[in-house]
């Protein structure tokens, strides 16, 4: 595929806002809606949101940091821009399709591109019951919170709470307990990516959780099902020297 249409998005950070400038002085964009490739700038929060308003009409995303860390970035260059985009390398993403079930009996969707994370609202310890594909797996997990995180999603979140650095093309997801009291040495599983995944919450009443889909929170949630989203796939392009591939595979060995 020859990317010819090029949109540009930007973060509010003075860094993003000026390179938008730059850009747009030296290349010919278009509209998002009318482009065939878009190339965001930003921190890796900007590229999460950027992802997500692009989700349903599936255009690749070419990112260049202007943030932070970047490890959903390409580096910053202003030269040889549409050479750099087309000469990249993709990334196919599956996000996660979230059914959250509230207190009251109403349920939300959302999707979530690296985790899904359910945490404890008050000073009590959470009560959770973990069903796989029909299957009560553990019929009560004391903990401060559980979380499932995809390949893209696992050096985030995931790590932080000790959870497993997953390849891009493993085909699982890493499902990790947050400061579990009980079991007491559980340490979380993996799953494989089809799997169907519930979490009920027992005594939501009077241990109320909440559940957060990257960016989308439920609060007081009484149960949360999570499966593949078979039907959206989300389109990174990487230079070939930073491919996200090789980028999740170095996580493992930094000390």
């Not at 000073?123 to 499932?148: T, W």
């Not at 230079?239 to 999740?248: C, S, T, V």
């Amino acid at each position: 595929m020859t990317f010819e249409k090029v949109a540009l998005v930007g973060s509010q950070s003075e860094s993003a806002q000026e390179a938008l400038v730059g850009l747009k002085e030296r290349y010919e964009t278009v509209a998002p809606k009318d482009a065939d490739v878009i190339v965001a700038l930003g921190g890796d929060g900007f590229m999460l949101e950027t992802m997500h308003r692009n989700m349903r009409y599936g255009l690749p995303i070419y990112g260049m940091n202007r943030g932070t860390v970047g490890f959903l970035l390409n580096e910053y260059n202003e030269d040889a821009l549409v050479e750099r985009v087309n000469r990249a390398q993709v990334a196919n993403l599956r996000p996660l399709l979230v059914t959250a079930v509230g207190d009251s009996g109403s349920e939300q969707t959302a999707r979530a591109i690296n985790e899904v994370a359910l945490l404890r609202q008050t000073r009590q310890a959470a009560n959770v019951r973990i069903i796989i594909d029909g299957k009560p797996r553990i019929e009560k997990l004391i903990c401060d919170g559980v979380l499932l995180a995809t390949p893209a999603g696992s050096t985030a979140y995931n790590l932080s709470a000790h959870g497993p650095i997953l390849p891009i093309g493993s085909g699982v997801l890493a499902l990790t307990p947050i400061s579990a009291f009980r079991p007491r040495r559980w340490r979380g599983a993996i799953l494989p990516r089809a799997a169907s995944v519930t979490f009920e919450i027992l005594d939501y009443y009077k241990r109320p959780v909440s559940a957060t889909a990257d960016m989308t929170e439920f609060r007081h949630v009484e149960s949360v099902t999570v499966r593949e989203d078979t039907e959206t796939e989300i389109k990174l392009l990487f230079d070939p020297e930073q491919n996200l591939e090789d980028r999740i595979l170095n996580e493992q060995f930094i000390p």
